[in-house]
């Protein structure tokens, strides 16, 4: 496998910084719909003015702190983030309080698929999913490059890695295709010399059974 100067080979490489503010709008984004289909029209029931306000700045004080720890949260994930290429196989790494590594050979890997909503369009990142063998029948992928700016580049190195790695798997590095020794006519004639020789064992016995 061949990386490039985005990605090196062996060299492990981050996400896009703008992993972080992708991850905060969208949560954001998700809080407000939240917002708008249950806790509005909690507050709008309430018996009187005083009592929406008060309500209203509770869940407002909540809101704002569940944000300030999710905006934490998301910068130090960000920094346990990793992933490295190597001859057979990709690495990665993450977790803020449970880390988690995993290790993906390109010989499993049967899907590439880019992936990049309105937000990561206008922050000029996407993710790549990647979907194994071993997760074929599964709706999620089995690891996803998440916020990736040069995503179409790292998904060719990838394809590639992937097709090496398929002609080097029939242990013959010609892709598939049959050994000519196998097909020679030494071959050929070692295995009729055999045949015969078992057909004339067979003939002996026979006539041993008659006598």
């Known amino acids: 496998m061949t990386g490039s100067d985005t990605f090196p080979k062996n060299i492990p490489f981050k996400p896009s910084p703008a992993f972080v503010p992708w991850f905060i709008i969208d949560f954001i984004l998700f809080v407000i719909l939240i917002a708008a289909c249950t806790v509005i029209p909690f507050v709008l029931a309430a018996g009187n003015e005083l009592e929406m306000l008060m309500l209203l700045a509770m869940i407002l004080a909540g809101i704002v702190v569940i944000l300030v720890v999710f905006i934490v949260w998301t910068r130090l994930y ?122 004339k064992k067979i003939r002996q016995l026979l006539e041993q059974q008659k006598r």
């Open 78 to 199: 960000y920094d346990t983030m990793a992933y490295e290429l190597h001859d057979d196989e990709l690495r990665w790494r993450r977790g803020v309080w449970f880390r988690t590594t995993g290790i993906v050979p390109y010989n499993r890997i049967t899907n590439l698929d880019l992936k990049q909503g309105p937000v990561m369009r206008w922050l000029k990142i996407s993710t790549i999913s990647i979907q194994t063998a071993g997760y074929s029948g599964q709706a999620v992928p089995e690891i996803c490059i998440e916020a990736i700016e040069q995503a179409e580049e790292l998904r060719e190195i990838l394809r590639q890695s992937v097709r090496a790695c398929s002609s080097r798997s029939d242990g013959t590095g010609t892709g598939g295709q049959t050994s000519p020794a196998a097909d020679s006519p030494v071959a050929t004639t070692g295995t009729s010399i055999l045949i015969l020789d078992e057909l």
